[in-house]
């Protein structure tokens, strides 16, 4: 790799990302870069060469990384940008702020990003995926985004501008997430605590929240009509799909469709990212074959696989 530009954060070569991501999978990154702060992260895309690819990582909470690794330089934010002030008209945050942080601050304020606190990982991401849950997404309530190009610039992003849409965003290529403004509605603390402490028992009671996963595997697909009627329309849920398949329970290596819920593919005990990649590639093979029903991924999957993996 070129020679790296000086920094006052910190850079790792050869950097194992697995102990990293909540999978505890995957191979290293070329380098590992954690800026002190905005001026930081500035300096160095401005100076790194062109060529260079960078990706941007979170708390590795809906990421596969595969085993191969990743070329190139994974940005991890910290401590420089995990800010959250919900004291005025907007939440103002910063992308590596957690978001059942955001959702406990915003509550205490009285403003209501309760749907926030059940989502595993930080704002970088959940903006990035248009996180949401219990009817709610992020889109209903992102007002602006603060990003870094990746020329080093910094840029404000009207939500508009990022063309959110069922877990996906349009952002520029290479630009970094690095704070977010939201309008929250206003409502009483008392009772946004109690949402949360409901929806966390809900979550607990339905979902593996103990086991290694990376949050739900697949999308939800697209309405639906068995007779090809408009009026015959309806939602499919992930799980419902993998169950009717037969794939609840399955197992490829370390790798398991969880018992509890079939839609989260989990690292049972020794797992690799090709075990955990390729069982879900069978799982959507056996829902086309079974029920012509393609599911997409939810998860992302990063990296290179290794050389004795079957080519993508």
């Known amino acids: 790799m070129h020679d790296l530009p000086q920094v006052r954060g910190t850079l790792t070569e050869n950097r194992a990302l697995a102990d990293l991501t909540w999978m505890r999978v995957g191979g290293p990154a070329d380098v590992l870069f954690q800026p002190a702060d905005l001026e930081d ?30 070329r190139g330089v994974v940005i991890r934010l910290g401590r420089g940008f995990n800010s959250i002030d919900a004291s005025g008209d907007h939440v103002v945050t910063g992308a590596a702020a957690l978001d059942a942080h955001v959702a406990r601050k915003a509550a205490d304020a009285g403003r209501d990003l309760t749907f926030l606190r059940t989502i595993p990982g930080t ?46 965003s349009d952002l520029p290529e290479g630009a970094i997430i690095v704070g977010a ?46 007779t090809g009627r408009a009026d015959d329309v309806h939602d499919l849920k992930a799980w419902k799909v993998i169950d009717d398949a037969g794939m609840r329970g399955a197992t490829l290596g370390g790798a398991v469709m969880n018992v509890k819920h079939s839609n989260f593919l989990t690292n049972a005990g020794g797992a690799t990212a090709a075990d955990l990649e390729d069982l879900g590639e069978l799982v959507r093979k056996k829902v086309y074959d079974s029920q012509a029903i393609r599911l997409e991924w939810e998860i992302m999957r990063v990296g290179e696989r290794t050389g004795s993996d079957p080519a993508d």
């Open 123 to 168: 704002i970088g991401g959940a903006v990035r995926m248009n996180a949401g849950c219990y009817g709610a997404y992020v889109a209903d309530v992102l007002v602006a985004v603060t990003i870094v190009t990746r020329a080093g610039d910094v840029k404000e992003l009207a939500a508009n501008d990022l063309q959110l849409a069922y877990r996906q």
């Open 181 to 226: 403004r939201f309008a929250a509605p206003k409502d009483d603390p008392e009772t946004l605590a109690q949402r949360m402490a409901e929806q966390l028992a809900k979550r607990d009671e339905t979902q593996p929240t103990k086991d290694r996963t990376a949050g739900s595997t697949f999308r939800n697909p697209a309405g639906f009509s068995s």
């Open 41 to 70: 992260i500035c300096a160095f895309l401005s100076a790194l060469p062109a060529d260079v690819p960078v990706f941007p990582m979170g708390v590795g909470s809906n990421l596969i990384v595969r085993d191969g690794g990743i």
